[in-house]
């Protein structure tokens, strides 16, 4: 089955700073890649997606990037702020009938003032 | 709408006592999902369903149940409640397959004495 693999599991920025988490992932069948950010004490929420007919997409301040070949993807966060602190996670999903999406263990970002 | 509730918000069992999480949703969705949190290990998924009346199995289904009799309700059931299922579980839903954005809800806090 998918495995997904993220990295760094901890990141500390300064605002305004720039910061970039990755992810790989094993079943060349994936086709689908969403991120979502949980909040302390809330469920997570979806805030980016990509699927393999693309190799970047762009939201404000964030953006993916995928490499199909090399099975990985990327969240990239611009000017990051305060409110930018909170656990990312990636996940990767073959999109097919009965399948679900597999995450990978998150990320804590820190941004500080 | 409501979006995906989940009840109750916290629960202390003790071992070998059973219980049940509700998760139920108001936005028609076909797919829904029970997730476990642990701290380093991220989103791990217990069971999903893909519509009314059926069920599978996930990551880590080991020790829980779950039913999804009515489309807009999914069940998770510990009959026999262990230490390790200490967690926090999150439901989730999303409209028709793993490839749509997925809603959670706030969670159940689960301490398992």
């Known amino acids: 089955?998918?495995?997904v693999e993220q990295h760094p599991s901890t990141l500390s920025v300064q605002e305004g700073d720039s910061a970039v988490i990755k992810c790989t992932y094993s079943d060349s069948a994936s086709n689908y890649f969403p991120w979502y950010k949980q909040e302390l004490g809330k469920g997570p929420q979806l805030i980016i997606?990509?699927?393999?007919?693309v190799g970047e997409k762009k939201d404000q301040r964030i953006a993916v990037t995928l490499n199909k070949t090399a099975k990985h993807f990327s969240l990239h966060i611009t000017e990051t702020q305060p409110e930018d602190s909170a656990v990312y996670f990636c996940a990767a999903s073959t999109n097919q009938a009965g399948t679900a999406l597999i995450f990978g263990k998150g990320t804590t970002l820190s941004v500080s003032s | 709408n409501a979006g995906v509730t989940q009840t109750p918000k916290?629960?202390?069992l003790k071992t070998g006592q059973s219980m049940t999480l509700l998760c139920a949703q108001d936005m028609n969705h076909e797919y829904m999902y029970w997730y476990r949190q642990d701290p380093g290990m991220g989103l791990r998924l217990i069971h999903y369903s893909v519509g009314e009346g059926t069920t599978a199995k996930g990551e880590v289904p080991d020790g829980y149940n779950v039913s999804r009799l009515k489309k807009q309700n999914f069940l998770l059931g510990l009959e026999s409640a262990a230490p390790s299922q200490t967690s926090v579980y999150?439901?989730?839903?999303s409209l028709l397959r793993s490839g749509d954005e997925q809603y959670f809800g706030p969670g159940?806090?689960?301490t398992v004495t």
Do not use: H, K, P, Y
């Open chain 1, 1 to 3: 089955g998918e495995n």
């Open chain 1, 49 to 53: 997606d990509i699927r393999s007919n």
């Open chain 2, 10 to 12: 916290f629960r202390v």
């Open chain 2, 90 to 93: 999150f439901c989730a839903s």
């Open chain 2, 108 to 110: 159940t806090r689960l």
